[in-house]
């Protein structure tokens, strides 16, 4: 975008009811306009790394390099065949982004080989014995145990209610973000940890009560279920929420022309995650087992 475009469009300010408020401050970093910004900057990075790298000659097929770039506002992939081409796409995104008065961070910045993965958006994408699996990063999942311990930390005086209502916010908004890949087995160990710290909020609030009292008080029992931490509310286990995977967009399909197709595509997303509900829901029911009956057998 031209420059002088770019800042009368921040100087704009906003209209609301018919009133104009002008705009008095800058933008946060992190701010709801932050991508928008970021698309304005860094748009033809793209084109202008894949135009770049001329159709090289192969015996007697000439083939464009594998050179592939993902962009989601600021944060960026590239992907490429060989570390020489991951190379010179890499120059030519610094190049892109200097112009612009920018570069790119050292830290985040690396070249690495598929089988050893990578992170991007949340997730950690990885060839495992050739097969590319995408996972919950690391650094995601410690985030999101980080704020489930703060919550039950400043939690020790609130009712078990209250602490299931603020628990549930979080884990519903991570799991729905991180249902599309392959979390699973990551959702059981996730549930496992929240166990026992919320093991250890009970036993700090009746230190003189035995392990089957604490556990009748705040756990209770629905079907083969025996540990459903509930009062009058229950807490979501992360793996209660069923993996469905996610139905790619056809991108020539415009939202303004072609609103059936969208609409039965939503239709079609709803009744997929509503019958992977219910077969989670059923196979939980049928179960029931947990590793968390260990706990009243400790020493």
């Known amino acids: 975008m031209d420059k002088r475009t770019l800042k009368a469009f921040l100087k704009a300010g906003y209209v609301y009811e ?25 748009n ?31 944060d960026i992939v590239i992907t490429a065949k060989s570390k020489e081409y991951a190379e010179q796409a890499k120059a030519i995104a610094e190049k892109h982004v200097s112009e612009r008065g920018l570069k790119l961070s050292e830290e985040k910045t690396v070249i690495t080989n598929i089988a050893d993965g990578f992170d991007f958006l949340g997730w950690n994408f990885r060839k495992y014995k050739g097969q590319m699996l995408i996972k919950p990063s690391k650094k995601s999942q410690e985030k999101v145990m980080e704020k489930i311990r703060q919550v039950i930390h400043e939690g020790r005086a609130i009712t078990q209610d209250e602490l299931i209502h603020r628990l549930n916010r979080i884990i519903s908004g991570w799991t729905n973000y991180h249902q599309p890949v392959v979390a699973k087995r990551i959702f059981s160990s996730l549930d496992n940890k929240i166990f026992w710290l919320l093991w250890k909020w009970a036993r700090r609030r009746h230190p003189n009560k035995n392990r089957h009292w604490i556990k009748d008080r705040y756990w209770k029992t629905e079907g083969r279920n025996n540990w459903v931490f509930k009062d009058t509310v229950k807490l979501r286990r992360m793996a209660e929420t069923p993996i469905v995977r996610h139905t790619p967009l056809k991108l020539e399909r415009n939202p303004y022309l072609d609103k059936d197709y969208f609409m039965r595509r939503k239709i079609h997303l709803k009744l997929n995650k509503a019958e992977a509900w219910m077969k989670t829901k059923l196979t939980t029911t049928e179960t029931g087992k947990h590793s968390e009956d260990a706990c009243l057998h400790e020493a």
């Open 44 to 74: 033809g990075m793209e084109d202008r790394i894949t135009n770049a790298f001329r159709r090289e000659s192969t015996g007697t097929k000439r083939e464009r390099p594998k050179i592939h770039v993902i962009r989601y506002a600021d």
């Open 18 to 42: 018919g009133e104009l408020y002008p705009t008095e401050q800058g933008t946060p970093q992190g701010g709801i306009i932050s991508p928008i910004l970021a698309n304005h900057t860094l």
